[in-house]
């Protein structure tokens, strides 16, 4: 059961704002588009602290939080990147004010008994399971990967996901040891529009929902 204090932030939260205004959604989603070109302007680091803060907020089973980041920003960190990269993602990647590699961390479970204290034995589901940590950590990681996209474009930025890396080449580069596997690179600054190719087609409702 929800505490009073829980009851009055979500009472608070819907009084404020009910729904997103369409500019909003926009921002978000309508207007939004994945960028492949990139203006000098810099990202400020104050902007990577309130990505992470607002993509924690993201529903995970037991309140797990898999997700694990880290956003390269040097010269020296975008050198050990680029032989990670397809050849196709080189270009773009080099000349984005950040790239984030978003990664799921498979030891999730042991932070457990700090993220889920109402439950007796929290790391009991994936103690000695290493198949069932997996599973957790790539579902749950991937489900907060699409909530930092958001929080990304929320706070003005633009993004470039992609695939197309070497994920060993990732962790020896970057992981030094930790039981982390790369999900998928997002670029992130200020994107050139002229860069963007045009929105492809999306399939229709009728298409890819049921209501039953």
């Known amino acids: 059961m929800s505490d009073q204090t829980t009851v009055t932030e979500i009472e608070t939260a819907r ?5 997103l205004p ?3 959604l926009d921002l978000l989603f309508r207007k939004a588009h994945t960028h492949n070109g990139w203006s000098d302007r810099p990202v400020d680091p104050a902007d990577l602290e309130r990505i992470v803060d ?31 990269l397809a050849e196709g993602n080189r270009a773009k990647t080099m000349a984005a004010p950040v790239t984030a590699i978003l990664c799921w961390d498979r030891d999730f479970w ?3 008994p700090d993220l889920a204290p109402h439950m007796a034995d929290p ?14 950590a790539r579902l749950n990681g991937t489900l907060q990967a699409g909530y930092f ?5 929320s706070i003005g930025l633009d993004c470039g996901p992609m695939g ?7 962790a020896d580069a970057f992981f030094e ?23 492809a087609p999306r399939l229709e409702f009728a298409r890819m929902a049921q209501v039953v």
């Open 15 to 19: 009084a404020a704002m009910d729904a």
């Open 22 to 24: 369409e500019a909003g």
């Open 54 to 84: 607002l993509a924690r907020m993201a529903p995970t089973a037991m309140n797990c939080q898999p997700l694990r980041v880290i956003f390269v920003t040097s010269a020296a960190g975008k050198a050990r990147l680029e032989p990670c």
């Open 110 to 112: 042991l932070n457990m």
């Open 123 to 136: 790391t009991g589901p994936f103690r000695d399971k290493p198949e069932a940590q997996a599973q957790a």
């Open 149 to 153: 996209i958001m929080a990304a474009r």
């Open 164 to 170: 197309g890396f070497d994920k060993a080449g990732i």
């Open 177 to 199: 040891g930790r039981n982390w596997e790369a999900n998928i690179l997002v670029n992130l600054g200020h994107g050139d529009p002229a860069a963007v190719r045009p929105r």
